[in-house]
């Protein structure tokens, strides 16, 4: 404890004279969201420190305790420790990859290190394991099953982190973990390099890519861009990722073997759902077959058009769809199909009304209201806070929207927390800060924000994360809010996405941007008629990235490896067609490289969406809109976040487990 308060003297003598460093305390205002206007780049280090040194105390507390060890005394009082480290990491690693800075970027690249000691310190450390341990191998009977879930997934945590290690193994395993922490920072900043690189030359951001490459008419500029975008940190520069790609995985195999497994996939899945590589080869193995059939028709079909400009002169005679071809011979194709113009869908879809419309479902589905909260300073100016309340008016929480691309934010899009959902040692329930980001088109002088299909169904998908952080009604942060096994996550983001193109969803949302006439009827029919098209190629790309993913992590050795002769023969045993590239290539496949959340794990999107899928033909079964499933659904997995095993909870709200044939039904790969 002297130490505790010895760095934090040190926190309070590093801010300027008379003033605190925010992070020291709660945040003033009500709804509990940072203090972004008093936050400067110097208070963070000192908070990182401070923070660290009050959990080491309480951490100390606890094996100090002379009580016999009990949840209350042990597991509770863990979860509620580090309340000062919280609220600095929420803040610097969420604003780090929304509006980051060369001098906050300096800030996470030092601090990230400190934090992956300190989270091996506690899990590494004998003492306070012994008291977990003797908590654990007691008569559970008592606690509820909240309770029992904290107590497992901490004392597995603890076997996950090496405590069975001698003391040279977790000296080395704690190496490799701050090795890993500053590689993924280093991998991430080359991607922003490089997608900063592919704006500055093509003239816009990656998160436009496909759209262009579907309008772009001239083939010698779709291969540019498909050159540029498909080769991001491959280019044997500076931002090149091979090399710490290839160092990521030679510490991940080395930290596998360490803790008993033969590669990093069998250590990642063994606490999953799937449980073991070989569950998900298989199921991918049979979604890709599926894929690529309907891949091959697709591109028959663009042969056939792109045969049409042979003809006319347009191309030479002989040529063959090629990658950077496929988006822009499938948007024809769907035209003269479905006669479907996106930029006529898009003139309904601006970004207000549909985020008017993502709000407007959660309330007729969950009885939630959103309120604009006027005067609050944000991390971005382009952000924009809304306060969430239910039926009877109480807080739900905060949910923070930030939509736009910029230089300082990493392309894609996601959920994150500001502040988590729990109770306190008091009693109070604690509510959240929700945060959802995307990069979608921004507004220009002639018009405002218009959002294509996939961006309306991308906000949608995100929402839904953040209905599972606000929502969640745990007592113990540990498991609450999206604090869930990886390959259920998805569930509450995808099922979402469902709702996004109903007819009576739409008829709330979809308004021309000028004349304020709601969609018709004749375009809805022709939306949904094409929901399906090009599901080949769409299936195929994810479900590529996925096994990529998995062949990575079950490497036992990455000796003789070079990066992009091991891509393409993965890409060739999956039998993936040479007309589509996965979705993410090695060197910018963030999710698994950039971070640890994904690895071995990418395909938790396909898993999901089975069980995403099966749900929602409960509700075509019962009505898109029904209040009494949408409520079972929001009380039995939307507010219990991981105080029960997922597939408990799924039942509970199902009745039943999920037919693993509805997600090739939902994207009509199959009867």
């Avoid at 003033?28 to 280090?45: L, Q, V």
């Avoid at 959990?55 to 420790?81: K, L």
């Avoid at 194709?333 to 898009?346: Q, S, T």
């Avoid at 990066?563 to 999956?574: G, L, N």
């Amino acid at each position: 404890m002297k130490k505790f308060f010895a760095i934090l003297a040190i926190a309070f003598a590093m801010t300027a004279c008379n003033r605190t460093n925010p992070f020291l305390s709660e945040w003033s205002n009500e709804y509990g969201i940072p203090d972004f206007a008093a936050i400067k780049i110097t208070d963070y280090m000192p908070a990182v420190k401070a923070g660290i040194a009050q959990q080491e105390a309480e951490i100390q507390a606890i094996i100090d305790n002379p009580e016999a060890p009990t949840f209350e005394n042990t597991i509770a009082a863990f979860d509620r420790s580090g309340a000062i480290l919280d609220r600095v990491s929420a803040v610097l690693f969420n604003v780090s990859e929304s509006d980051v800075t060369d001098e906050l970027n300096a800030v996470v690249e030092e601090a990230t290190p400190l934090i992956s000691v300190h989270s091996d310190n506690i899990f590494m450390n004998p003492a306070f394991f012994a008291r977990v341990k003797a908590v654990y191998d007691a008569d559970q009977s008592s606690l509820t099953r909240e309770q029992q879930m904290v107590l497992k997934d901490m004392y597995e945590g603890f076997i996950n982190n090496g405590i069975g290690l001698d003391e040279a193994g977790q000296a080395r395993l704690k190496e490799i973990n701050s090795e890993l922490s500053s590689l993924v920072i280093t991998f991430g900043n080359h991607i922003l390099a490089e997608s900063n690189a592919y704006k500055a030359e093509i003239g816009a951001s990656v998160a436009n890519y496909y759209d262009m490459m579907a309008a772009e008419p001239d083939r010698a500029k779709r291969e540019k861009m498909f050159n540029m975008y498909s080769h991001r940190a491959n280019n044997g520069n500076e931002n090149d990722n091979k090399e710490a790609l290839l160092r990521i995985m030679e510490l991940r195999i080395e930290k596998a073997k360490l803790l008993g497994f033969d590669t990093p996939a069998a250590q990642i899945l063994d606490t999953k759902m799937a449980k073991t590589p070989e569950t998900v080869d298989a199921f991918l193995a049979n979604i890709m077959e599926a894929a690529v059939k309907r891949a091959r028709e697709e591109v028959a079909d663009m042969q056939k058009v792109m045969d049409e400009d042979i003809a006319a002169g347009i191309l030479p005679a002989g040529t063959k769809i090629q990658p950077w071809d496929y988006m822009y011979y499938a948007e024809r194709v769907r035209k003269a199909r479905y006669a479907l113009d996106e930029a006529e869908v898009m003139q309904y879809f601006k970004m207000e009304n549909v985020r008017a419309g993502v709000f407007g479902n959660a309330s007729r589905l969950y009885g939630l209201q959103f309120e604009p909260i006027e005067g609050v300073a944000l991390f971005n100016p382009e952000a924009e806070a809304f306060k969430v309340t239910d039926e009877d008016g109480s807080l739900i929480g905060v949910i923070i929207t930030d939509y736009y691309p910029r230089d300082s934010k990493r392309a894609g899009a996601w959920m994150s927390e500001f502040a988590m959902q729990y109770y306190d040692e008091n009693g109070n329930n604690v509510r959240p800060v929700i945060v959802n980001i995307g990069n979608f088109n921004k507004p220009t002088a002639e018009k405002p924000s218009l959002l294509n299909i996939d961006q309306v169904e991308t906000m949608f998908h995100e929402f839904g994360h953040a209905l599972h952080g606000l929502l969640s009604q745990c007592h113990y942060k540990s498991v609450a809010c999206t604090s869930v096994k990886r390959d259920f996550v998805e569930l509450p983001s995808q099922i979402n996405e469902n709702w996004a193109f109903e007819p009576e969803v739409l008829a709330t949302y979809a308004f021309h941007y000028q004349t304020g006439e709601v969609i018709p009827e004749e375009l809805v029919a022709k939306v949904q008629a094409a929901s399906n098209f090009n599901q080949g190629f769409t299936t195929a790309e994810l479900c590529a990235a996925s096994i990529l993913d998995m062949k990575w992590h079950e490497l036992s050795s990455i000796e003789g490896i070079d990066v992009e002769e091991f891509e393409a023969k993965v890409c060739k045993e999956m039998g993936l067609i040479d007309e589509i590239i996965p979705r993410y290539r090695s060197t910018y496949f963030n999710h698994i490289f950039g971070s640890s959340g994904y690895s071995a794990g990418y395909y938790s999107y396909l898993w999901a969406e089975v069980l995403d899928k099966d749900a929602f033909e409960l509700f075509r079964q019962k009505g898109v809109l029904d209040k009494e499933t949408a409520m079972s659904f929001r009380h039995n997995i939307l507010e219990k976040g991981g105080s029960e095993e997922p597939m408990t909870l799924y039942k509970q709200f199902r009745g039943a487990e999920p037919d693993a044939g509805a997600l090739l039904r939902a994207r009509g790969l199959a009867e």
